[in-house]
């Protein structure tokens, strides 16, 4: 019988079986996944600076090691406000079938198991779970992504649509010096924006995504996604390996149970509602999944407990402000703000792609901008 046996083999899954080997070397640890790796993923491929300390703590560092940093970050609000900086920490841009691969090759490099293998049944015992009738293990980690059959099979809620982001992804040529991100925000179906994240190898990944319930909505179905892309960033047009996948939003996480079954990444909806980052998530739920998972007298529990303990109030935060930043006005003014006040963008950062929480100089920035773009309106009423 296995200690573990994680179900799927992406960056949620590799940090589990990492985290878990890390935590009780000799530990018997199994990695399946319905797909040969390397294997692509539909994704911006923009890995946070955060992601890179949870790679540090889970000692796979080194995975990054000879990829280019990029430093700037292009905002372009719904309104067409520009705001730009070099953040103070560098993101990388890493296609998934590099990152992806990278990060597995660790985990079986400090002793998990790899087996090809589609998962479609888990039945929990009081002391063991059993996948397809004959896998057992003490505990299994659910890191199977969107859409993932552990979670399903665990009978939890299934997410609210208006909670699911869909979005589409390419690649372009692109010769730069300077690798910069660039988001640009579309006004027409806010929540919504294009990208292009530059590699800094001669390509970018550009994309499009949108709320699950727009998109339905959308004249021409899927191809409203390239359309968009393409309308919002011009340069976009003639991309390959167009690719598009669900992103479960955090705003409406299933709550973890307690027992044997835990689930990490994408199957516990761990996608930052704001930008859409899932990567650092991943990592992270992945490395308390996988050292409760061969520590823990109740893994369930505890790891409930932890991934409160460390993101529970920052996911309070960012669902507050996506429920503020829906109106377009108040995102204008965040993005002014984030050109003018000193810190502003690195604060916008912490919230979009850590786990940093709205700070009281963040609230007075937007605040001093948002009446600053009440004023005209004002003036206009009382004139009127
Ligand atoms: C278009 C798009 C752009 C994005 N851009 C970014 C970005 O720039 N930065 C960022 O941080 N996040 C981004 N995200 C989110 C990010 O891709 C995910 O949050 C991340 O991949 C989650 O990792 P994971 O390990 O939980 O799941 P996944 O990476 O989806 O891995 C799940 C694995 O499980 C396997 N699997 C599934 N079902 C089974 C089964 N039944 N049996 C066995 N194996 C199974 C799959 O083959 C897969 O390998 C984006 C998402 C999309 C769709």
Same mark, same amino acid.
């Given at each position: 019988?296995?200690?573990?046996?994680?179900?799927?083999? /992406?960056?949620?899954?590799?940090?589990?079986? %990492?985290?878990?080997?890390?935590?009780?070397?000799?530990?018997?640890?199994?990695?399946?996944?319905?797909?040969?790796?390397?294997?692509?993923?539909?994704?911006?491929?923009?890995?946070?600076?955060?992601?890179?300390?949870?790679?540090?703590? %889970?000692?796979?560092?080194?995975?990054?090691?000879?990829?280019?940093?990029?430093?700037?970050?292009?905002? $372009?609000?719904?309104?067409?406000?520009?705001?730009?900086?070099? *953040?103070?920490?560098?993101?990388? $841009?890493?296609?998934?079938?590099?990152?992806?691969?990278?990060?597995?090759?660790?985990? $079986?490099?400090?002793?998990?198991?790899?087996?090809?293998?589609?998962?479609?049944?888990?039945?929990?015992?009081?002391?063991?779970?059993?996948?397809?009738?004959?896998?057992?293990?003490?505990?299994?980690?659910?890191?199977?992504?969107?859409?993932?059959?552990?979670?399903?099979?665990? /009978?939890?809620?299934?997410?609210?649509?208006?909670?699911?982001?869909?979005?589409?992804?390419?690649?372009?040529?692109?010769?730069?010096?300077?690798?910069?991100?660039?988001?640009?925000?579309?006004?027409?179906?806010?929540?919504?924006?294009?990208?292009?994240?530059?590699?800094?190898?001669?390509?970018?990944?550009? /994309?499009?995504?949108?709320?699950?319930?727009? =998109?339905?909505?959308?004249?021409?179905?899927?191809?409203?996604?390239?359309?968009?892309?393409?309308?919002?960033?011009?340069?976009?047009?003639?991309? $390959?390996?167009?690719?598009?996948?669900? %992103?479960?939003?955090?705003?409406?996480?299933?709550?973890?149970?307690?027992?044997?079954?835990?689930?990490?990444?994408?199957?516990?909806? *761990?996608?930052?509602?704001?930008? /859409?980052?899932?990567?650092?998530?991943?990592?992270?739920?992945?490395? =308390?999944?996988?050292?409760?998972?061969?520590?823990?007298?109740?893994?369930?529990?505890?790891?409930?407990? =932890?991934?409160?303990?460390?993101?529970?109030?920052?996911?309070?935060?960012?669902?507050?402000?996506?429920?503020?930043?829906?109106?377009?006005?108040? *995102?204008?003014?965040?993005?002014?703000?984030?050109?003018?006040?000193?810190?502003?963008?690195?604060?916008?950062?912490?919230?979009?792609?850590?786990?940093?929480?709205?700070?009281?100089?963040?609230?007075?920035? =937007?605040?001093?901008?948002?009446?600053?773009?009440?004023?005209?309106?004002?003036?206009?009423?009382?004139?009127?």
């Amino acid at each position: 019988m296995y200690d573990v046996a994680v179900v799927g083999a /992406g960056p949620a899954g590799a940090a589990a079986a %990492l985290s878990a080997l890390r935590t009780r070397p000799g530990a018997r640890v199994l990695l399946l996944d319905k797909q040969d790796f390397p294997r692509d993923k539909s994704c911006g491929d923009g890995i946070a600076p955060h992601a890179l300390d949870e790679l540090a703590r %889970l000692g796979a560092a080194h995975v990054l090691l000879d990829r280019v940093p990029v430093r700037r970050l292009r905002l $372009v609000s719904p309104r067409g406000t520009q705001a730009e900086a070099v *953040l103070q920490r560098p993101d990388y $841009v890493v296609p998934r079938t590099v990152f992806d691969a990278r990060l597995l090759d660790a985990a $079986v490099a400090r002793g998990a198991e790899l087996r090809r293998h589609t998962v479609r049944q888990v039945e929990v015992r009081p002391d063991r779970v059993v996948l397809d009738g004959e896998i057992e293990a003490r505990t299994v980690v659910g890191a199977d992504g969107a859409n993932g059959v552990v979670r399903r099979r665990l /009978g939890l809620p299934h997410q609210d649509p208006s909670t699911i982001a869909v979005a589409v992804r390419g690649y372009i040529p692109w010769e730069t010096s300077d690798p910069e991100q660039v988001i640009v925000m579309d006004g027409r179906d806010w929540p919504a924006y294009a990208w292009r994240f530059d590699a800094g190898d001669g390509t970018s990944n550009v /994309g499009f995504g949108m709320l699950l319930p727009s =998109l339905r909505a959308a004249e021409h179905g899927k191809d409203a996604l390239h359309d968009r892309l393409v309308q919002l960033l011009p340069e976009a047009a003639g991309a $390959v390996r167009l690719r598009s996948h669900h %992103l479960p939003l955090s705003t409406s996480r299933p709550v973890q149970p307690d027992g044997r079954v835990l689930l990490a990444g994408d199957a516990a909806s *761990l996608v930052n509602p704001l930008t /859409g980052e899932g990567i650092f998530y991943a990592l992270l739920s992945g490395r =308390l999944a996988g050292a409760v998972a061969v520590s823990a007298r109740d893994p369930g529990a505890s790891y409930r407990e =932890l991934l409160e303990r460390e993101l529970g109030t920052h996911l309070k935060h960012t669902s507050l402000l996506a429920r503020i930043t829906a109106h377009q006005r108040v *995102l204008d003014a965040g993005v002014r703000a984030a050109r003018q006040a000193p810190g502003a963008m690195d604060a916008l950062v912490e919230v979009g792609l850590g786990r940093g929480l709205i700070t009281a100089p963040l609230v007075r920035a =937007l605040a001093r901008e948002a009446t600053h773009s009440l004023r005209p309106l004002k003036r206009t009423h009382l004139r009127g």
